[in-house]
């Protein structure tokens, strides 16, 4: 019933951006978090970044400074800007929606299907 779509994943050479972006789809009320993980080949799925619909962010360290994540509420789509990519950032990137509201029930782990990103020269 909920889906998200991701899209802006590729290739980058070191120190390049990308703008990744997700919106989700469905008979949705609200959502109270929406965020990007990443995992890299043989690595665990770790958090990039996370955003609540007020605003609030939370960027794993490796990342901050360099990735911005932002929402359009109206839209129930969040964007992750990546600037001054690294090769450590090589991943797919996988968005997520938590605290999404449909109708009168409320749905955690909702996933994209992945883009990916690779970073180098």
Same mark, same amino acid.
């Given at each position: 019933?909920?889906?998200?779509?991701? %899209?802006? +994943?590729?290739?980058? #050479?070191?120190? =390049?951006?990308? *703008?990744?972006?997700?919106?989700?789809?469905? /008979?949705?009320?609200?959502?109270? %978090?929406? +965020?990007?993980?990443? #995992?890299?080949? =043989?690595?665990? *799925?770790?958090?990039?970044?996370?955003?609540? /619909?007020?605003?609030?962010?939370?960027?794993?360290?490796?990342?901050?400074?360099?990735?911005?994540?932002? *929402?359009?509420?109206?839209?129930?789509?969040?964007?992750?800007?990546?600037?001054?990519?690294?090769?450590?950032?090589?991943?797919?990137?996988?968005?997520?929606?938590?605290?999404?509201?449909?109708?009168?029930?409320?749905?955690?782990?909702?996933?994209?299907?992945?883009?990916?990103?690779?970073?180098?020269?």
């Amino acid at each position: 019933q909920v889906r998200l779509v991701e %899209s802006g +994943g590729g290739l980058v #050479q070191p120190g =390049g951006s990308l *703008r990744l972006s997700c919106t989700a789809s469905g /008979s949705i009320f609200s959502i109270n %978090s929406m +965020g990007w993980f990443r #995992q890299a080949r =043989g690595k665990q *799925r770790e958090l990039a970044a996370t955003i609540t /619909s007020g605003g609030i962010t939370n960027y794993v360290d490796s990342v901050k400074g360099r990735f911005t994540i932002s *929402r359009d509420n109206a839209k129930n789509t969040v964007y992750l800007q990546m600037n001054s990519l690294k090769p450590e950032d090589t991943a797919v990137y996988y968005c997520h929606a938590d605290g999404t509201w449909v109708g009168v029930y409320v749905l955690s782990d909702v996933w994209g299907q992945g883009t990916q990103v690779i970073v180098s020269s």
